[in-house]
Every structure is written in structure tokens, then in C-alpha cells.
């Protein structure tokens, strides 16, 4: 069966420090890649995707992941965190056999402290 | 609507009690998916509706959970005869699979807490 790991259940930051989430899936062949974000009371919202070309995408608000096929990863990363990228991320993935069947990792909470 | 409705935002429920969930898609989205929140669980897929085509169910945990979504649009969940370890999130999103890689839009979810 398909599995999404995301090894950091809760990440403490500074504001500033740079931003490393793990995400690991279990697929081979190809797959359709996805980091949502949850604020606080808000609901789940698409941070950035990966279909294809550019292993390197770049997402809203300063986020970037990249995807390396030979380890199964897709880490989200940020240079430099604010307060306000207090959330729990969630990384996604596509079955290659279904687009619509996407499965979730646990989740990763961030906490910025000012 | 202008994103995904879901209703009520919190239910409480005593154990034994039958539950329904609903769920108002994004107008034109042919596509539903519910999933369960549970804490440090992340998101567990419930089931799958697309068009008229049979759902898929695969994720449903037990028989005490059903769904239907009616004329291709409104979707309800219901559970019945709650467990306690039915307390979640339950969330629906949908999406139009011609334009899939746009990713699903979420709903805010019914927070189920059965007491």
C-alpha cells in the first residue's frame, strides 16, 4: 500500500532560521506530488505541487520543495521562517494508477516563536 | 458556492447516536473526497465520489459509515451508532479532474466529538 512519512511531528523555529521538512513516499513509478498548509482555524490549502519537469518548485509565500526521484523525497524548505508560517504542513501524494486518489502524510507542526 | 461547505462545524454526540455530515462541493467539480483528522494521525481518505461513477469506498473503516451524494452535487456522511474513536475531523474536498493538477480545495471540516 501506498505511504506518506513525514519524520518531524513538531518543528520549533526562531523567526528567521531556515526551514527543512522531511516527506518520504512509498510509490515507485510516477507520482504527483503536494505540500498543503493549515493555519491555525483555516482550512487545508494547497502550498505547492510537482507534476513534472524541474525537480525544484516553488511555492506561495517563499516555500520551495524538491523532489529527488532516487530517494523518494519531496522536502518542502524555506530560507527564512516568519511568525505567520505557524501551521501543520501535510505532504501529498498521487497514486500513479489514480490521480484522484490522494493519500496524506501525519502532518509536520510548525511553531515560529517571535 | 465560491469554495467547499461543510456542515455543522462542530458536533457533539453522545455514544450509540447516529451522525450526519454534509458536504456542499465547489459548483462544477465532479469530484468529492472525504477524509478523517484524527490527532497525530493526519488525513485518512474515507471514500471517493466521481460523477455518476460507483464511489470509491475503499476507505470507509467500518459498515457504521456510509455515504451518498445526491445529483451529482450535495454529499453526506453519516456514521452510525458513534464510537468514541469516531471523534475527528471530517473533511471534504473536491476538485475537477480535468484540471486535477490544480489539487483538491478543502472544506473546514465538522469537528465530531461523540462523548
Known amino acids: 500500500a501506498q505511504s506518506v512519512s513525514q519524520h518531524n511531528h513538531h518543528v520549533i523555529l526562531s523567526e528567521a532560521a531556515s526551514l527543512e521538512l522531511g516527506c518520504n513516499y512509498s510509490y515507485g513509478g510516477t507520482v504527483n506530488l503536494f505540500w498543503y498548509v493549515q493555519y491555525p482555524g483555516q482550512h487545508l490549502q494547497l502550498l505547492l505541487k510537482y507534476f513534472s519537469g524541474d525537480p525544484l518548485v516553488k511555492g506561495i509565500k517563499g516555500f520551495e520543495a524538491e523532489f529527488i526521484k532516487s530517494k523518494f523525497s519531496f522536502n518542502l524548505r524555506k530560507p527564512s521562517v516568519q511568525w505567520s508560517d505557524t501551521a501543520e504542513y501535510f505532504c501529498?501524494?498521487?497514486?500513479?494508477?489514480?490521480?484522484?486518489?490522494?493519500?496524506f502524510g501525519a502532518g509536520t507542526r510548525l511553531t515560529v516563536k517571535p | 458556492g465560491a469554495g467547499v461547505s461543510q456542515s455543522p462545524s462542530n458536533k457533539v454526540t453522545e455514544k450509540g447516536k447516529d451522525v450526519e455530515l454534509r458536504c456542499d462541493p465547489i459548483s462544477g467539480h465532479t469530484a468529492l473526497y472525504w477524509y478523517r483528522q484524527s490527532l497525530g494521525q493526519g488525513l485518512e481518505f474515507l471514500i471517493y465520489f466521481q460523477g455518476n461513477s460507483a464511489p470509491d469506498k475503499s476507505g470507509l473503516p467500518s459498515d457504521r459509515f456510509s455515504a451518498e451524494r445526491t445529483g451529482g452535487s450535495v454529499s453526506t456522511l453519516t456514521i452510525q451508532r458513534t464510537q468514541q474513536e469516531d471523534s475527528a475531523v471530517y473533511l471534504c474536498a473536491s476538485s475537477n479532474p480535468d484540471r486535477v493538477n490544480y489539487g483538491y480545495t478543502f472544506g473546514s471540516g465538522t469537528r465530531l466529538t461523540v462523548v
Open positions: 501529498a501524494v498521487t497514486s500513479p494508477y489514480n490521480n484522484n486518489d490522494m493519500r
